[in-house]
């Protein structure tokens, strides 16, 4: 849009759900849909999405009376000023099947994704006929009431739109209707807004033809309770670009499962099945204090798509291209990221926030590229293994608003303008690194000029070091209300499986140098990169041919042992390699090491002979006699007695005066 449009236009809106009584195959078992789905993960840490608030907009008001939705479920309803109050004559009971799946505290054994979440509900439509007829208007307030007014001082984190406008001769697909405008513009203040995709085999309706919308498309079973394909009447893109018709784009961003469910079958089930998810990803970054950045909706996307489980068939169309992969299609047509899966969404979201700099294997940051030509690096702190999983998820917004809308006036479109102001174009890069972080080569991008998601799903070619790298290389599109470059926020999501184990302290051993015969505390601390328990197991030998003998450890699949060293009665300190062997899930090993010096027999300091020196600090320390005293050095303790005494004394005086080592009396 090169300055706005108005609104008002007539139209037609249909929901994208059909609801069938024996749409549920019998004999599933109760909890099918909570296992499929990954919800577990949520519900059995005590998150169910209390507290968040999962607006429902649609045809009517959900029916309290459906078990499941009463007790005060749904706590505000709203309609549109200009039409009667929504009633529930409709026979599907579209919008309460919607709610049902979103947040159902119980419906036949069967709750839905966030049951403890609360519900508002906006009727905004009216029936007249099939298919439904109304104007443009009512939709449009709901989104604008519920999403960027709120009511009484608060507003849903969740906006679930199960419905879409089609059938109309002026139809379009390129995001530049009414209310693909008015959903934009609301995700870009703050909601998670997320849309069905609707069921016609053809391009994303409005309103999820945007750019800041969570687009949902329907998978069904592939007959063993699989869902593993799209379902014939999923839309699926491309969708056309109003700035560049010659681009297309991915508006598909995630799928569900949409047919043989227990609410009934469409994308409109998809919908509040995702919406649930973000739900409980909402009340779990209220939980653990992370602030406004983990209720973000580009966080929540990120996170969502970044987690989202590929499915057989799958492609972005990247390619090899001079050694480099290369996609300017971040998604795939039909699936978008993939399917939801509430698991991996739980361990991708729990996963420490990070700033630019080392990040561990899986994690998310919320960031902002200040100007042109800027980027940000997040190195990965832990080698990558050849053939790790790789996936990385950026997600940005595009900059759009609603001037001049007037929710309270008589008219409120009086004077109603739709704004574009910019899209930021943004690259997301895998490069490979030098020991110290270092970018230098690139291995792999997602580069759309038309999208405002970037996608990275590889194995990795080669063992190393490896960064992820946000580029911003200007504007896809900027209206003339807004010339200037701004600073763009942004959501980063990662995963890699099968990376090496990441060892986060150690290894070491204190005290190092050890006295001859000594007790030394080992230790080393790691990290599986699936968060999986490791196991350990130590070894020592000899750095040279210097010892026959290399200690021993108390107990050996410790991370923490205590190790004994070798008694050494030569003439120079000793050197012994202690080598931990790590073992985590998927068979993933890592070993690493450190070199332990054993001091010679009296000599005190290290030096390679008994010396002065070592009588001094013999009597330095004799005013310490015993073992845990502040200042103690064990060193001192020739015969390992724990006391610092005159036995002591005598042995070193007598190796300084032949000029050979002693021998340890042992007690």
């Not at 050095?633 to 050979?660: F, K, P």
């Amino acid at each position: 849009m090169s300055s706005g449009k108005w609104v008002g236009t007539p139209a037609r809106a249909t929901l994208s759900l059909c609801i069938l009584a024996l749409a549920w195959p019998l004999g599933l078992r109760a909890d099918y849909f909570p296992e499929r789905l990954g919800l577990r993960a949520f519900w059995d840490a005590g998150y169910t999405g209390k507290g968040v608030i999962i607006g429902i907009v649609d045809r009517g008001w959900v029916d309290t009376s459906r078990t499941g939705l009463g007790n005060g479920k749904v706590e505000r309803f709203l309609r549109w000023q200009g039409l009667p109050d929504p009633g529930l004559d409709y026979p599907t009971g579209h919008e309460s099947s919607v709610a049902e799946a979103a947040a159902s505290a119980t419906f036949g054994g069967r709750r839905g994704v966030a049951p403890g979440a609360t519900l508002w509900s906006a009727g905004v439509f009216t029936h007249s006929s099939s298919p439904w007829i109304t104007s443009p208007n009512p939709p449009f307030y709901g989104l604008m009431m519920f999403g960027r007014y709120g009511l009484d001082g608060r507003k849903p984190q969740v906006l679930n739109n199960s419905w879409n406008w089609n059938h109309d001769a002026a139809l379009r697909f390129d995001g530049t209707t009414h209310v693909t405008y008015a959903a934009d513009a609301v995700a870009l203040r703050g909601a998670v807004v997320v849309v069905s995709a609707n069921n016609w085999a053809r391009q994303p309706e409005p309103p999820s033809d945007g750019w800041n919308v969570i687009t949902v498309g329907a998978t069904t079973t592939d007959g063993e309770g699989n869902y593993t394909e799209l379902a014939s009447w999923s839309n699926r893109g491309p969708s056309p670009t109003f700035f560049d018709p010659t681009a297309d784009r991915c508006t598909v961003d995630i799928v569900a499962p949409g047919e043989y469910t227990p609410w009934g079958w469409g994308t409109s089930i998809a919908a509040p099945l995702v919406s649930g998810v973000a739900a409980l990803l909402c009340q779990k970054g209220l939980a653990r204090g992370w602030g406004s950045y983990a209720l973000d909706p580009r966080v929540i996307k990120a996170v969502l798509l970044n987690s989202a489980n590929k499915l057989p068939g799958w492609t972005n169309n990247a390619s090899d291209q001079g050694g480099v992969l290369r996609t300017d299609q971040p998604l795939d047509w039909r699936f978008g990221a993939g399917q939801v899966d509430a698991a991996a969404a739980f361990s991708q979201f729990d996963a420490a926030v990070s700033v630019a700099g080392p990040v561990g294997p899986v994690g998310w940051t919320w960031g902002v590229i200040e100007d042109f030509a800027d980027s940000t690096d997040f190195v990965f702190e832990a080698p990558l293994k050849a053939g790790a999983d790789l996936t990385a998820t950026l997600v940005w917004f595009m900059h759009r608003d609603v001037q001049g809308y007037q929710p309270a006036a008589a008219d409120p479109f009086a004077g109603c303008r739709l704004e574009d102001y910019r899209l930021a174009n943004l690259d997301l890069q895998l490069y490979a690194a030098d020991d110290q972080g270092k970018a230098t080569a690139l291995v792999a991008e997602s580069c759309s000029t038309a999208d405002s998601v970037e996608h990275l799903r590889l194995a990795v070619p080669a063992r190393g070091q490896y960064l992820l790298r946000v580029r911003r290389t200007g504007y896809a599109f900027w209206g003339p209300l807004d010339p200037l470059p701004t600073p763009q926020s942004y959501a980063l999501a990662w995963r890699t499986t099968s990376s090496e184990i990441l060892v986060t302290e150690g290894t070491w051993g204190d005290p190092n140098p050890a006295p001859s015969g000594g007790t030394v505390q080992c230790r080393v601390e790691a990290q599986d990169p699936s968060g999986g328990e490791l196991t350990y197991l130590w070894t020592a030998r000899p750095a040279d041919d210097g010892a026959a003998e290399a200690g021993s450890f108390d107990d050996p699949t410790l991370s923490t042992p205590l190790w004994t060293a070798h008694k050494n009665t030569g003439d120079a300190s000793l050197s012994f390699v202690l080598e931990v062997e790590i073992t985590g899930e998927a068979d993933l090993r890592r070993t690493v090491s450190y070199t332990q010096v054993v001091h010679r027999h009296c000599d005190l300091t290290g030096d390679g002979r008994v010396a002065p020196d070592d009588l001094a600090g013999f009597l330095a320390s004799y005013s310490r006699a015993q073992a845990g005293q502040p200042g103690w050095d064990a060193c001192a303790d020739v015969n390992h007695d724990g006391l610092c005494d005159s036995r002591d004394a005598g042995l070193l005086l007598e190796e300084y005066l032949r000029g050979t080592p002693a021998q340890p009396s042992d007690r």
